[in-house]
């Protein structure tokens, strides 16, 4: 297959943000995620636990609660006060309205969807109703001395529990007013701690109230005596979480020193039909504080300050033990971060706030496989591009030859020209951006660097001619027959007549950019693309999609090709298929045609497709090289996928040129480095 | 458990086969499909799964099938008789019976056997059997008589034992049955006259078998509703000779003795088997699954629309007539066990079912078995399955052993016993074996002067007895301090008791020293242990013991070295001779490797006297000194006790004891190096915690080092 040079890079300083919620949604069996920095992110637990979706953050607005309500419908509240809808066909913000009671703590949907609640910093607990296209204010439920730090509507929709500091009042739903106290035990091991904060609350159909506090305890109360059942204290730092399966035979608590326990309805004897709640299992997935957890029907969900989100199927609900009955931990986004300008040798990173741009070092040596090479010239880095505003970056692009660099936020997009005169670097901003570029998902330059692209959250498709100094919009593709479909990945041909595009859902459409018209839709798929590529010279469309299947598509032709049709036919091997992380980006060999390197986090695969395909019989890792082995042998046991998994975990890899790799590294220490210090755990001897 | 699920119809459109029901049901060559022969006219090949039917095929109007069809493995063709006589071989492709391949035969067919492996045989209705690709070769050839006129042949099936084909066949005569089979290795016919129960007179209305090591064991199920078990050798010692064969109870009242017709049994594996029948005179018939183990029924199912008495077991399937369809029932089994038994049995004693009455019960027949011996006899009759191919069936050995122990002297029982101990063993000889020790504890109790202390060490001996099995031996050998059975018994039995552990510990610490020189105990694993160990550590521990306590009564190193200065003494005096040894042995070998739970161990041993406790932790404590020499800390000898093991009992010790042993000047010393020994440990323990600590580090480093390198370029071959 032959030998490259890798360069490894390890400087791409990228920490995710902290989760601080989780909300499930039955229905689709999809997955909200908010993280501190305000961005949500939906997974879809059905396409292999892809991240299909996206909503930038913004710095004002940090999101304390996440709720789904009237079916697919998403709120998230946070400190500014504000309660915000989003719209998932857009990937836009659809509004947000001020509740009035400060900081929001907590939200609720009602059991039937159409009422939301919301707990204040002011001890106000405020009911909306949602009407199609807004929520409404309604009333406000009887004020409290704090604020309200947890809410749990009765499945009934009678009652709503609500935590406070150190006491749990119930309400009655329709009349506002407030029926019971509980008041909680401040003692902490026999020492009396200033205040006891009740994290969750979890109402359950029989009346009975579950809370999880700040002095580790997890108590059941009964809400119609308001009198405490059972205590059980489950850790020395804070519960922060806490979640009930739909049966309400189990639920999950999250506490402060990473720990997930999993309680359960169990009969006291086998014969008896009295139950009670019992601590069944501890898991120990994260460092950090668990701040939010969910229960889905077959697994629990936890996710926290270290900022991996934890899928541990439970396995007495997974009928099938196949792989996915395998604990997910997602630590990474499922989108591209990183550009590169091939040419140039640049790579641009992206931050929640800026922009970095890199320069490759280079060598003259040369060695055998493993081999470090001594470095004639460093790494530089060159340019550090801080956007203005609040808002989170949401996608951002260096154009192939290193002269143009484009980003976009939820409300501004950013076009610079840059110019190097030896080792100067001069940046000039492309003022007077036109109306229709706002925000884009998704920005691309064509291969010679004198087109742009982008996909604007309105579906639509903008092609702008890229000029010295200025630009000129030249065509705008429209949303196929009025649907809102955002475009998400893009992809255009090294020739630059084809540009593919494909939304969160739908198939992938190919337009001709020379005619400037809707060319052909790649048949649509059960499983979303996460990556896409079109291939130099024969203009094949490879698509990757979140069950680990590629496609390869001829454009010209309008079906997919011969090679295509083969590996579907024999199947991918079952260890690809088995793998958990998708295929993020695709790219080709620029002298090899039937060379398609494509990589997810944990591997990078050089696919040769002139080579026989490997079936379940054959080793699909390669880990050694063959040695001393005849070239017979060597060619039997050859087969398309060339797989290293070397570097890991991987955000990027790209071939520069024939010879040359580059592979963006992020491990997870470095990360681990940079969190806050996890709640200090006394072991044996330290 | 045993688990019946849901079954299902696999024909949809009855079968015409009237109240006869299907004429058979066998297996095809592939997985899942099933060949069904109606009594009429028809084959019908079904896939069970899919429930539906892949093929169908007729013989013409006035012919009928005699023999079900069956799949010839080896060839995948399909095989059926019609008219007795006419031998039709087709397959897959064929779409009609009458051009398929026909052989007309010179004697009647009784059944076409086929099964994995071998060719299909052909049983005649006189009892002679042919392969069928010798009768192929000559269809006309003369077939001999091998049953005599008016014997019926009943029932018959085919197996492979050790990949050699044996057909067995049971046939009847007024009433009286006969077994043959036929092993077509050495092409020897055995025939067995089958005994029925005691009652005699009944009938028996199915069979099953399988096929065990030594013998095939032929279950029936009689018209008295009980299930009888025969085991027939598979190499009979005199394979000429005719012979009788007796059956025994295995299982009572599985089915209603009433009922006349519609019972049917198969066995489903080693432990269970399915029965087809109503349990009771009155009630719907029913298809249960026993527990031939544990006596229990695991689970039933009724069948409303009644059953033709025909059971078919396949694979995981049960097929069955249920009303006019033919009925597939999956069953499956997990490893039976006693929890998984007591449990069904309890949970069917819920009311509202009433399947309760007819089962019997496990645990009182156990109870009645340690009883008294007379109605042991009869209900072990029930419990037990018995072969005699002798030529006097009538009282088995081990009854008159029983018998033997209840009067004669202790000489004449132990040559009987050894005399039974030379015989072979049966599947139920720790029960034979059990009842016998409780016999001899029976009589020891009756007679306090009778203590047949030789019978019982050979009956511990055996390897097959647990506490459980014999109660109370444990406690009469702790009467008589019978040292030597206590150690074996403390050797060999998995379950005895904390309580029993104590008081054995008590006895062999309270033993006289004359008394323990008497016995024989067995020392192999203290033998090594005595080696004198000349270092100067040993020396000290030397000095220290004999200071600390009386050095005869415990130190080894001093006895072996005075076993040197008695050079005069043979081996067997030598082993015999120093007192603490044994003692050691005692401690070592049955004591300390004993299973217990220290909550129910510690009450008892703070009954232990105080000068006791001191002397056995003392011993512990040498033995751990023993142990701390090499570097992998175990002892010399076969079986030493680990390290643990003597930590654990030190511990408990002083656990149970220390408010005692404080009190005494003589434990002063060993509680002293005691306390320093820990001191040294704990400061070991923390010294390498702190290594651990700086390794840590090291590591951390050595992980910043490869970790800090942000950038590099390497060289990569893709292979």
Redesign the interface.
Known sequence: ???????????FNYVPSGIRCVAYNNQSNRLAVSRTDGTVEIYNLSANYFQEKFFPGHESRATEALCWAKGQRLFSAGLNGEIIEYDLQALTIKYAVDAFGGPIWSMAASPSGSQLLVGCEDGSVKLFQITPDRIQFERNFDRQKSRILSLSWHPAGTHVAAGSIDYISVFDAKSGSAIGKMLVDRQYMGVSKRKCIIWGVAFLSDGTVISVDSAGKVQIWDSATGTLVKNHLVSNADVQSIAVSDQEDSFVVGTAEGTVFHFQLVSVTSSSSEKQWVRTKPFQHHTHDVRAVAHSPTALISGGTDTHLVIRPLMEKVEVKNYDAALRKITFPHRRLVSCAKKKQLLLFQFTHHLELWR????VA????????P?SK??DHLLHLKTKGPENIICSCISPCGGWIACSTASRFFLYRLNYEHDNITLQRVSKMPVFLRSALQILFSEDSTKLFVASNQGSLHVIRLLEGGFKHLHTFQPQSGAVQSMCLLAVSPDGNWLAASGTSAGVHVYNVKQLKLHCTVPAYNFPVTALAIAPNTNNLVIAHSDQQVFEYSIPDKQYTEWSRTVQKQGFHHLWLQRDTPITHISFHPKRPMHILLHDTYMFC?IDKSLPLPNDKTLLY?PL??RNESDVIRRRT?HAF?I?K?YKPLLFVDLLDEKT?VAVER?L??IVAQLPPPIKKKKF?? | MADLEEGFTLTAVPLGSGPDGPLGVEQSDKTDQFLVTDSGRTVILYKVSDQKPLGSWSVKQGQIITCPAVCNFQTGEYIVVHDNKVLRIWNNEDVNLDKAFKATLSAEVYRIHSIQGTEPLVLFKEGAVRGLEALLAEPQQKIETVISDEEVIKWTKFFMVFRHPVLIFITEKHGNYFAYVQKFKSRVLSKYTLLLGQEGKCVIQSFSSSVGRKFISLMSLSSDGCVYETLIPIHPSEPEKYQRLVQSQLLKSVVSGSAQNGVALTILDQDHLAVLGAPLPASKECLSVWNTKFQTLQTSKELPQGTSGQLWYYGENLFMLHGKFLTVIPYKCEVSSLAGALGKLKHSQDPGTHATPHFVNWETSQECGLGSQKSEQSKRILRRRKVEVSVQPEVPASTQLLATIQKDSEKHIEVELRKFLATKRTPDFHTIIGDVVIGLLGRCKAEPSFYPHNCLMQLVQTHVLSYSLCPGLMEVALEKTDVQILQLCLQQFPDIPESVTCACLKVFLSIGDDTLQDTDINMESVSDYMDPVQDGEMEEQTAFLQNGFNPEEDNCDNCAQKLKEKPQATADESTSCPITPKRAALFRNAILHSAYSEMFLLPHLKDIPAQHSTLFLQYLYFLYLKCSENATMTLPGTHPPTLNQIMDWICLLLDANFTVVVMIPEAKRLLLSLYKFVKSQISI??E??KI??SFRELQKLN?EKN?R???????????
């Open positions: 297959m032959g030998e490259f040079n890798v360069h490894r890079v390890r400087f490759l070092g280079s060598t040369t060695g055998k496989n493993g081999d470090t090479l470095l460093n790494a050089l390669n090289p063959p050859a060339k290293s070397k790799l491990p220490d470095d001897g330290t | 323990c923390s390498l915690n651990e600590v992980q970790n390198e942000l950038y590099s370029i390497e060289v990569l071959e893709l292979f």
